[in-house]
């Protein structure tokens, strides 16, 4: 069984930066595409990066230039890295790993930005 544990979050002024980690456990998930996702109080979960197991990334023009995602897969870790964070980044950030059907989130993580 595949866990996802994230961590890092917290609360940070505008500005500021933060690195989320995502800790898999059960397997090795090398071919699997990783991406982290956020829900912010009253809207949709919605995707904000994800890398694939060909280590190509991508993002979602909200985040691009502030925010790097990454990937260890001899730890099996994967990290988001959230530079100039703005109060609409706010939000609880999931870590998902899916390889076609198979599809692993994490529990999520709390990120406040604010002053």
């Known amino acids: 069984q595949v866990q996802l544990v994230e961590s890092g979050g917290g609360l940070v002024q505008p500005g500021r930066s933060l690195t989320l980690s995502c800790a898999a456990s059960?397997?090795?998930?090398?071919?699997?595409?990783i991406a982290w996702h956020r829900q912010a109080p009253g809207k949709q979960r919605e995707l904000v990066a994800e890398?694939?197991?060909?280590?190509?990334?991508s993002y979602v023009d909200a985040v691009k230039g502030r925010f790097t995602i990454d990937r260890d897969n001899n730890k099996n870790i994967f990290s988001l890295q959230m530079n100039n964070l703005k109060p609409e980044d706010t939000g609880v950030y999931y870590c998902?790993?899916?390889?076609?059907?198979?599809?692993?989130w994490g529990q999520g993580t709390q990120v406040t930005v604010s002053s």
């Open positions: 998902q790993a899916y390889l076609g059907s198979s599809i692993y």
């Open positions: 059960g397997k090795r998930l090398d071919p699997y595409t």
């Open positions: 890398i694939s197991g060909g280590m190509m990334p």
